[in-house]
């Protein structure tokens, strides 16, 4: 979440909103300069709002409130320090309902988009979470410029309910397989999870010869803390789509807990090279990241080590007429918190991609449109463990290919239009269960 920043310019705004399903919110935003000589700038910004679902029984608030302050004391010295409370109370509606009764035929007709996949009194998601920061910069002489920014978030949340297993079973009245009767399983989970970042930039420009450079030289440390408790019911009364009953009890078992630990350090530069119509960027990175998993309860603990150099180019011709291809290329590393249903740690999510594709904004406007095609590979990554409701697996490789377009029309000064369309097509291309070529589970082919 991008929070506002403070401003310049006075804002004062005050929204209330009321609308279906009993919706009702009220939210400010307020800021501008505390002092006549605009050394001190601030930011208050606000939110409360109550509403319910097209689902039955469904239910969300949250509360927000997010200040910040900027300090100038010179043109070259700027502090911003940061602040935001959120708090979610909601009744979740599990998730979404069976293709077979809403997309597909069902001998039984077809099942009620207001469906409650839930309990009623169980369902519950709670949610606490607080983050402190600030962003500071120092501009040192006419090519170097100091830059440090630091967060913190402290993250509370619970989540309670009973949800359907995928696939419908035998009717318990008739013997039948007739998909009347879904499977469930419950969860009751809470979590704590505490986050730390701090990132150095040093921030140079200058001139070689004919060619313009702004070089970033940069060292992040990044510490990622989770704590979880989770019970499980396997065995939860099933549900009729048809003739829902509830007040069904749960009975919440079979224990699970984790703590782990994460903590990256990066050390990257980057450099960014115009020349005449040409703008060149190369960059590199180089990580070192420990993950630490612990499960309390069976007494496991895996701790693992890795270092990974990672890189990124791109190349861009920028015509008079406001005409830009473009060409990109980029790699990543990600270490992954949290272990199997067996215990093993999980190895980290590496990727490339390459993008080529074309802007075209005039000159002198805001107003653009680009068109852009990628490809996107990804290995090790994460995907929900069927077999094992509640957990993960790491399943392979998967390439995603796409095709994005981007348009914005700038009518004037206070109205933009944007419009924006994607085709992605996402497989596997490994797979350790024999899905290489089908969609992953959760994402749209």
């Known amino acids: 979440m991008v929070s506002k920043r403070p401003t310049e310019t006075p804002v004062h705004q005050l929204k209330v909103e009321a609308g279906s399903y009993d919706h009702k919110s009220i939210a400010l935003d307020l800021g501008g300069p505390l002092d006549e000589q605009g050394q001190f700038l601030y930011r208050l910004t606000g939110l409360a709002s109550d509403s319910q679902d097209a689902i039955d029984y469904v ?16 043109d070259d010295t700027q502090l911003t320090v940061f602040a935001q409370f959120q708090k979610d109370n909601d009744v979740p509606e599990a998730q979404g309902l069976p293709s077979v009764g809403t997309v597909f035929a069902n001998p039984n007709g077809k099942i009620d988009r207001d469906l409650f996949l839930g309990e009623p009194g169980v369902n519950a998601y709670d949610r606490d979470q607080f983050v402190v920061g600030y962003e ?20 509370d949340d619970r989540y309670r309910a009973p949800l359907h297993g995928y696939k419908f079973v035998t009717n318990p009245k008739t013997g039948l397989d007739d998909q009347r009767y879904m499977t469930r399983y419950g969860v009751d989970w809470k979590q704590h999870n505490k986050v730390f970042g701090v990132d150095n930039i040093a921030q140079a420009e200058f001139d070689t010869g004919p060619f313009n450079h702004t ?74 990241a ?30 008079d007429n406001g005409l830009a291809p473009f060409v990109s290329y980029s790699e990543s590393f990600l270490p992954l918190s949290g272990t199997s ?28 449109v680009q068109v852009s ?17 509640g957990f993960s697996i790491q ?8 095709i994005e377009l981007e348009a914005k029309a ?19 291309t490994k797979d350790n269960d024999g899905r290489e070529g089908r969609h992953p589970a959760g994402m749209p082919p």
Do not use: C
């Open 373 to 389: 095609a990628y490809q996107l590979d990804q290995e090790n990554i994460l995907t929900t463990d069927l077999a094992n409701p």
């Open 136 to 155: 500071f910069s120092h501009r040192l002489n006419d090519v170097w410029t100091l830059k440090q920014n630091a967060r913190y978030a402290d993250v």
């Open 290 to 319: 420990e993950t630490d998993n612990k499960a309390p309860l069976g007494g496991a603990h895996t701790n693992v080590k890795n270092q990974s150099f990672t890189g990124r180019g791109g190349l861009v011709y920028l015509f």
């Open 341 to 368: 249903f067996q215990r093993s740690a999980f190895e980290p999510s590496t990727g490339k991609q390459y993008e080529v594709g074309v802007k075209f904004q005039p000159p002198g406007q805001e107003s653009f």
């Open 215 to 288: 070089v970033l030289v940069g060292l992040d440390y990044y510490h990622f803390n989770s704590k979880y408790h989770g019970k499980y019911d396997y065995n939860p009364p099933i549900l009729d789509m048809f003739t829902p009953t509830y007040g069904q009890s749960l009975n919440f078992g079979n224990a699970y807990q984790w703590d782990n630990t994460i903590i990256q350090t990066g050390l990257y530069v980057q450099d960014q090279i115009k020349y005449e119509k040409w703008v060149l960027v190369l960059g590199g990175r180089n990580d070192w």
């Open 410 to 428: 700038s009518l004037n000064e206070s109205l933009d239009v944007i419009a924006s369309a994607s085709r992605n097509d996402i497989k596997y």
């Open 59 to 74: 239910q969300r608030q949250r509360q927000f409130i997010a200040p910040s302050l900027t300090w100038r004391p010179d």
């Open 395 to 402: 399943s392979g490789a998967v390439r995603s290919r796409g």
